[in-house]
């Protein structure tokens, strides 16, 4: 396993896999940050996570990939919880996927979120999913922020291929140059079930400005506005 608190990682490169860091097991991070590290040829610009991964506070900040996961990719599940000592959740800024999906976390799991925000994260390619976050499984958020993320094909802020459960939070000024969902996009059994989130002034070329969902919405408060 991997525990760490504190600990910056900059600048740093790999061939493949997790331009900062590979972790074989489990990884428990707090209030650890991530920058300017790249992958040459594959995932995780800064981390690369096989088992659970767990984040609380810290910040990955342009970190580059090739392929998945700008800053993270992540195998296992992915919970990200608030800093004790700042209050803050972990933040996603001005990360950037090449020729792929998830410009700040690509995930093939579960992953829960608290707090935390997904700014400025970018694909590049023309055909890619999840500009601030791509997620093969669910995604559960609570009081999380998608901001000026962009994705060519779907889901400008973030993808998910299953359920998404929102609890509060914002998608913003997220874009999908090419086709739906501007702000959040699902795969074709997706759901939303929403409580007080904010979908304002994201973009679609396609469907779907603030949300593209295959299967189903579910809301309870919340706003959506151009």
Not at 94 to 121: E, H, P
């Amino acid at each position: 396993a991997l525990v760490v608190t504190g600990t910056q990682f900059i600048n740093n490169s790999a061939p493949q896999s997790g331009g900062a860091v590979y972790v074989k097991g489990s990884a428990i991070l707090t209030d650890a940050v991530f920058s300017y590290n790249r992958v040459m040829t594959s995932y995780g610009g800064a981390l690369y996570a096989a088992e659970a991964l767990t984040l609380t506070g810290g910040s990955f900040l342009s970190n580059t990939a090739v392929v998945f996961g700008g800053a993270v990719n992540a195998m296992k599940s992915v919970t990200t919880r608030l800093s004790p000592s700042t209050g803050l959740g972990t933040n996603f800024i001005s990360n950037t996927v090449n020729n792929g999906y998830g410009g700040g976390l690509y995930a093939i799991c579960s992953v829960d979120l608290n707090g935390g925000l997904f700014q400025r994260n970018r694909l590049l390619a023309a055909s890619s999913y999840g500009g601030g976050l791509y997620t093969s499984g669910s995604l559960a958020m609570t009081d999380t922020q998608f901001v000026d993320n962009v994705a060519n094909w779907f889901g400008g802020g973030a993808w998910a291929a299953v359920a998404v459960t929102a609890t509060g939070g914002a998608f913003q000024n997220n874009t999908a140059t090419t086709f739906s969902g501007g702000g959040l996009a699902t795969g074709s059994s997706g759901t939303l079930t929403f409580r007080d989130t904010r979908f304002v002034s994201n973009k679609a070329c396609n469907g779907g400005g603030g949300a593209a969902v295959s299967a189903g919405v579910i809301g309870t408060g919340g706003l959506f506005q151009g």
